[in-house]
């Protein structure tokens, strides 16, 4: 079956520094892939859609400066939440629809953020 | 505007016995998919059953049946026989077929307890 795969699987990182998260289709190709948010206890918000060979879309509220999307390949999206700090501790979790068949959204297993 | 409600915050179930977990949507558009996710406490989504908005037999997957009713906007997932394993977090979701992006919304969603 279709994997997507994140990397890394959590970070823990002092406030102001840059984390970049990697989300991977490893047996699909996807042109377009999503980022999600999830606060403990909480659903998933989706922040932006990735878009190969452009700009990502964001959601109302989310600042494109600070979480920066790129996607630079069929297989390839990252995240980079830029100067973090605490208020950024969340699991992110990204999904990619898979090009033939859209019914289905693979989701990655989450990357668990901690800022100190 | 899309917005997905699961108005049961917490559910406790005995085993063997089935469930009920309630989603009602809204949406103006014609064509749309319903989804139901499962979420454990490892994190991973884990995508349980699709039914799309001209689907006109209600969507079964083993143990799982989505009860769609259209007129009324609902897409209540039934487990039957339930297991202690299904205990975990459950997600109703719903993406517009319109939308090129394919994006999925998140209800609240629903943590169910099987009790042996």
């Known amino acids: 079956g279709a994997v997507v795969s994140q990397h890394p699987s959590w970070v823990i990182c002092k406030s102001g520094t840059s984390v970049k998260i990697e989300c991977r289709s490893l047996d699909f190709q996807a042109t377009t892939m999503f980022w999600y948010r999830q606060f403990p206890k909480q659903s998933l918000m989706l922040m932006a859609t990735?878009?190969?060979?452009?700009?990502?879309?964001?959601e109302q509220g989310v600042e494109k400066d600070k979480f920066l999307i790129n996607h630079a390949s069929l297989t390839l999206s990252t995240l980079t939440v830029t100067s973090a700090h605490p208020e950024d501790s969340s699991f992110y979790i990204c999904s990619a629809p898979r090009l033939a068949d859209d019914n289905e959204q693979f989701f990655g297993p989450g990357t668990r953020l901690t800022v100190l | 505007a899309q917005k997905i409600t699961q108005t049961q915050p917490g559910m406790f179930v005995q085993e063997k016995e089935a469930v009920t977990l309630d989603c009602t949507y809204d949406?103006?558009?014609?064509?749309?998919?319903l989804f139901w996710y499962k979420q454990p406490s490892s994190g991973e989504m884990i995508f349980l059953i699709y039914?799309?908005?001209?689907?006109?037999q209600n969507a079964t997957e083993g143990r799982y049946s989505l009860n769609f009713q259209k007129a009324r906007k609902s897409a209540n997932l039934v487990i039957s026989a339930s297991q202690l394993g299904d205990s975990a977090m459950y997600f109703c979701a719903m993406r517009s077929d319109y939308s090129s992006a394919s994006k999925i919304i998140f209800g609240s969603g629903t943590r169910l307890s099987i009790r042996p």
């Open positions: 949406t103006s558009d014609p064509s749309y998919g």
């Open positions: 990735s878009n190969e060979g452009s700009k990502a879309t964001y």
């Open positions: 039914q799309g908005s001209y689907d006109q």
